[in-house]
Structures are given as structure tokens and as C-alpha cells.
């Protein structure tokens, strides 16, 4: 198993990269601290149908992961669902940054 190499990066200790999940959670939550009230609404728009959407897929991942699980080669049923974390790792990273780089854009000159 394994995770994006965005999570692996280290993030305060090196300084700034956009290849690190700790800056971009990090800049969102900073972001988003200064105006909440307002941009809660924004955070919610994005958010909230991304958190539906991997509840209402977890039946189906589950029963994938059963159907491919064998005791005596369980690779398989390994690489489904690390690749499908992976995916979802990456995918809310990119909403993270497209999210962040909106708020600024909207709120700007308004902190």
C-alpha cells in the first residue's frame, strides 16, 4: 500500500510547496478562519456533495473489495483500495487548492 506522494511531502519544515496536502489544508483552514461566517457557505458548497459523494459509494467500494478479496492473494483486493483512497486523496487536494484560490479571489481586499 501506499498514499499520493502530496501526503508524504512535508510541509512547515521545508517551507512552502504546492506538492504538499498539509500546506494546502493549511492554507484553506487560515483562509477560511478570517472571514467563517461568510465563506462557511462556500466551504459548504464544495464540500458537503464531496462527503456525500464517497458515502453514498461506500456499499458499493465495500462490496468491490469483497468480491476481489482472496485470503491467500489479498494483492488484489490491496491495490483496489489503495487506489481508491489515492483517488479521493488527490481529488480533494485539487478541490482544496480550486477552493482556496476562489475564496481568495472573492473575498479578496475583504479581510
Do not use: C
Request: glycine letters at 6%.
Amino acid at each position: 500500500t501506499d498514499i499520493p506522494e502530496r501526503y508524504k511531502t512535508p510541509g512547515r519544515p521545508n517551507g512552502f510547496t504546492s506538492q504538499s496536502a498539509w500546506w494546502v489544508f493549511n492554507r484553506l483552514g487560515t483562509l477560511t478562519a478570517q472571514r467563517w461566517g461568510d465563506m462557511r457557505h462556500d466551504v459548504e458548497a464544495v464540500w458537503n456533495p464531496l462527503q456525500q459523494e464517497v458515502l453514498n459509494m461506500q456499499n458499493e467500494v465495500d462490496n468491490k473489495a469483497q468480491e476481489l478479496y482472496n485470503p491467500k492473494k489479498p494483492q488484489k483486493t490491496i491495490e483496489y483500495l489503495t487506489g481508491h483512497t489515492n483517488e479521493w486523496g488527490n481529488k480533494v487536494i485539487d478541490k482544496a487548492w480550486e477552493l482556496g484560490d476562489y475564496l481568495w479571489t472573492k473575498y479578496d481586499e475583504k479581510f
